[in-house]
C-alpha cells in the first residue's frame, strides 16, 4: 500500500487544516487507517484510527471534539479535520494503515511521508 499525505502547513491558533491520505496499490476498503503525529524526541502518537466501513473512529484523548477522521472508500482517501488547533498539535503528522483483521493492535503495516503542521501565531 503507497499512501501519500497532503493538506499540511502553517495555521494560527484557534485555526482549521484538512489533511488528506490518498492510497493505492491494494483494496482500500479493507485497510484500517490511522493518523499519527511524531514530534523531535518523542514516539510516534496515535491521533486518530477509522475502521473500513467508516462506522467505528477512535480518537487520542487530545484531540476529542476537535479532530475528525473519516475516509472515502470510493476515492481511497482518508481525512483528518482539525478545527481548534493548539500550538501543542504541531507536529509531523503520518497516514498509516493496516489490515484489520490486526485490530485491536493500531501500528500501521505501511505510513506514508509525513506532513508538517505548525501551529503558531
Known amino acids: 500500500v503507497q499512501l501519500l499525505e497532503s493538506g499540511g502547513g502553517l495555521v494560527q491558533p484557534g485555526g482549521s487544516l484538512r489533511l488528506s491520505c490518498a492510497a493505492s496499490?491494494?483494496?482500500?476498503?479493507?485497510?484500517?487507517m490511522t493518523w499519527h503525529r511524531q514530534v523531535p524526541g518523542k514516539e510516534r502518537e496515535l491521533v486518530a484510527g477509522?475502521?473500513?466501513?467508516?462506522?467505528?473512529?477512535n480518537y487520542a484523548d487530545s484531540v476529542k471534539g476537535r479532530f475528525t477522521i473519516s475516509r472515502d472508500n470510493a476515492k481511497n482517501t482518508v481525512f483528518l479535520q482539525m478545527n481548534s488547533l493548539k500550538p501543542e498539535d504541531t507536529a509531523v503528522y503520518y497516514c498509516?494503515?493496516?489490515?484489520?483483521?490486526?485490530?485491536?493492535?493500531?501500528?500501521?503495516?505501511?505510513w506514508g511521508q509525513g506532513t508538517q503542521v505548525t501551529v503558531s501565531s
Open positions: 498509516g494503515a493496516l489490515p484489520q483483521w490486526k485490530l485491536p493492535r493500531t501500528r500501521p503495516d505501511f
Open positions: 477509522i475502521t473500513t466501513s467508516g462506522g467505528v473512529t
Open positions: 496499490g491494494a483494496t482500500f476498503d479493507n485497510y484500517y
